[in-house]
């Protein structure tokens, strides 16, 4: 319920742990990924600019250090690009 109006979430069951279906949905969406993202017109460009806003680089008491994606996997899939 939001403002008095009901809002129904068609996803919700992809929350649901229990559901056996969903590593199975799981699994699918990890094969469709690749081909998905890989058809995107200009998709290397775009990564590359994403790099270029993730590449920081910080001064702290240990020294100059540079993050860039590579370091940041734990945190954001390449594939996500």
Do not use: C
Request: charged residues 30%; glycine residues 4%.
């Amino acid at each position: 319920m939001l403002h008095g109006v009901s809002i129904t979430d068609p996803y919700r069951w992809l929350e649901d742990q229990e559901f056996t279906a969903n590593p199975k949905v799981a699994r699918r969406a990890s094969r469709l990924r690749p081909s998905y993202l890989n058809a995107i017109p200009g998709r290397e460009r775009i990564r590359k600019r994403i790099e270029e806003f993730l590449a920081v680089e910080t001064i702290s008491f240990l020294g100059k250090r540079r993050t860039d994606i590579s370091s940041l996997s734990g945190q954001l899939e390449k594939n996500a690009f």
